[in-house]
Every structure is written in C-alpha cells, then in structure tokens.
C-alpha cells in the first residue's frame, strides 16, 4: 500500500480469519488487518486478497470500475487512503473493507452519511427526530454478502439491520421474508429495501445465540428449536424460490475434490465417500417444502420462552432433511453426540419420518464441514 510504502503507516499484525478456495481457479483469504500510524495510533480492520491460478489480478487492476470504488473510498474516515493494491507475486488483489469489488453497494451500505440518509428515509413509520447512532459490521464473507447493524435513537426502534449481497438478492429476498412471517414463522420481518446501494433492511430480535449457551441451556433449548424447523417445514409459503442448494450433489462433490487436494493423503477415500453421497442424494425422494437452506445453531435466538430464526438468505423449496442434516452435522461437530437425540427426537414427534432418512443428509453436511 503506498501509505505503507511512505513510512506514514505500519502493518503491525495480519491474521488469516477465513478462506475460500476453488481448486485450481483461486482463493480468497480475509485477514484481520491492524495497521499503525502516527503517534503509535493503532487501526483495525478487515481486508481481503483474491489469488488467481492466472493474471486475472492484472486484468481486474487496470478495470476503471475497481479504480472508481477505490477513489470513492477516500471520502471515508480512517485509513489507509487507498483501500486496494495489486499483489504481482502472488497473482492477486487486495482490497480493504469496505471496499469490494463484487459488492459495490458495500460501500454506501458501510457510510456513515448515505446511510443516515437512506435508512432514514427508508423507515419513515418510526417518525421524525431520529439520528443514526454508529454502524457495527456484524459478518462479511467478501465477494458475497455482509451484514451491519445500525444503531438508531429518537425513535421506536434501538436498530435494525442491513444486509448487502453480491447476487443483488435483496428484492426477491424482502418477498421471501415478507412471506415467511405472514406464515407465522418466527424470524425478524424485513423492512425495506434500498436499490442503489442494494440493502436490505431488517429488524431486530431480542435474544441469545443457541451457539453462544452453556451444554445445559444449549440441551434445554433443543426440543423448541427443533418445533420451530418442523413448523417452518410444514407451513405453506408459495412464493419461495423452487430449491434451496446447499448440502446437494455438486456442492458435496465439490467438498471432497477440494479434501483430496488439500489433503492427498486421504484423497481417494474423500472422493469415493463424496461420489457416493452424490449419487444417493440424487436417487433420494425430491420432497417440496419450505427449508431454510443453511440451518444450524449459529442462526437461532433464543430469549424468554421464544426463538427466532434468522438468515433465510438461501431459503427456498427443497426437501427439510437438508436443514435436519446440517443442523445434526453441526451439532455432532461442534458438541459431540451428547444433544443428537435430544434434537432429531424432538424433530420426529411432528415428521416422524425424519428419523428413517436423515443420515444421509447429515454424513453430506459433514463431509462439507
């Protein structure tokens, strides 16, 4: 970065967070960034590299699209002033939050003043006299979607939250949520969407994350979070998207092609495992209902007696044992087998068929994991 470069900033740490690869095409590595400047002045924040097999880097640099984001960025406090830079010895391009080239909307959705604007006058319920009170970035997976919180005062809500996507999904996505609480199913409603920057604005829920308890809460708590899946699975909402992906033939033959390459020593049991998944998944029974599409206990609240369910992001109709697996898969991860019954018992008294088919979905969900 030329700031770095002039002395006037220092890269104290850089700490690899989260990665996404595609074997052979590339990769992308978001770091936690804390650069140094004058007077020992420390700031955080978050960048990305995306490292290409080819010169794709060099293309993307010379692209007045990427240039013009970043000479929009100057206008936004902290630094450094250029927020991307041209990586030649690892084929790649660095971006620094809130720059994103797959998200341009990031970076009204990230600005203090388009978003006092914009936000505002997108809730116009909650009356005059209010203020924007900060902006928390909650999740952002670059290149695909982020997630910030916009604290409010002066009026009848504390915050709401925005969402900004790199598929430009938000419109068909404020349909979906809009159809899903008119179903009773209990998640936050959506409140608007803005087109230019391509937010999606939510409200917020009270609560606890399921992921965040003790084994004690966390086991009490099952039983209420596997009613209110089955309840999900068993509403009739029309206007969903016709499947929802995840855990489906490609996306497992995909896990294990990317197992055998990071791991050769175990590559050719990743892939007869991931080629036989895929080939039962595919025989198995197309099965038409709603599903959340990404479901396990990273993406419930839990408060008083009541749960909220959050992140419908990759919902649609598809068959229920995907968000049944995935949540099993997750579970048995992150706990052990210790909860596995409590939840998949509690899931069955309303499908009890559940019970019979369900390995095969979770073994695919694990093989991602």
């Not at 495992?273 to 419930?300: C, K, N, W």
Request: glycine content about 10%; some cysteine.
């Amino acid at each position: 970065l030329p700031d770095c470069a002039r002395g006037e900033l220092a890269v104290e740490s850089c700490h690899p967070r989260y990665i996404r690869y595609k074997p052979g095409t590339n990769c992308v590595v978001q770091y936690e960034l804390v650069l140094r400047g004058e007077h020992a002045h420390r700031i955080p924040t978050l960048a990305h590299a995306r490292i290409y097999s080819d010169r794709h880097a060099e293309v993307l640099w010379a692209s007045r699209s990427l240039h013009r984001l970043i000479e929009l960025a100057h206008g936004l406090p902290g630094l450094p002033a250029a927020r991307a830079a041209l990586l030649p010895e690892l084929r790649g391009l660095l971006e620094i939050y809130p720059v994103d080239r797959k998200m341009p909307g990031l970076l009204g959705a990230a600005s203090v003043n388009t978003v006092e604007r914009l936000v505002l006058a997108a809730l116009p319920e909650d009356g005059d006299g209010r203020a924007l009170d900060g902006i928390e970035l909650v999740r952002y997976k670059p290149g695909r979607k982020a997630v910030l919180r916009y604290g409010l005062r002066g009026g009848r809500r504390e915050a709401v939250y925005g969402r900004v996507h790199a598929d430009g999904r938000g419109a068909a996505l404020l349909d979906a949520g809009r159809a899903l609480v008119g179903a009773a199913v209990p998640t936050p409603a959506p409140l608007a969407y803005i087109p230019d920057p391509g937010l999606l604005l939510i409200g917020e829920a009270p609560g606890r994350r399921l992921a965040d308890l003790s084994d004690g809460e966390y086991e009490r708590w099952l039983p209420t979070v596997a009613e209110a899946l089955a309840a999900l699975h068993t509403a009739r909402i029309e206007n969903l998207p016709p499947s929802a992906k995840r855990n489906k033939e490609g996306a497992v033959l995909s896990a294990a092609r990317t197992l055998a390459t990071v791991r050769p020593e175990v590559g050719r049991v990743a892939l007869r495992l991931g080629t036989t998944l895929a080939a039962r998944l595919a025989e198995s029974p197309a099965a038409r209902a709603p599903v959340h599409g990404d479901f396990y206990d990273d993406q419930v609240l839990v408060s008083d007696s009541e749960v909220s369910l959050l992140d419908f992001d990759a919902a649609g109709q598809g068959n229920p044992l995907l968000d049944v697996g995935n949540f099993l898969a997750h579970l048995t991860a992150e706990r052990g087998e210790r909860f596995r019954g409590v939840f998949l018992g509690a899931y069955a008294e309303v499908r009890p068929e559940a019970a019979e088919d369900v390995a095969l979905f979770e073994a695919a969900a694990l093989l991602r994991i």
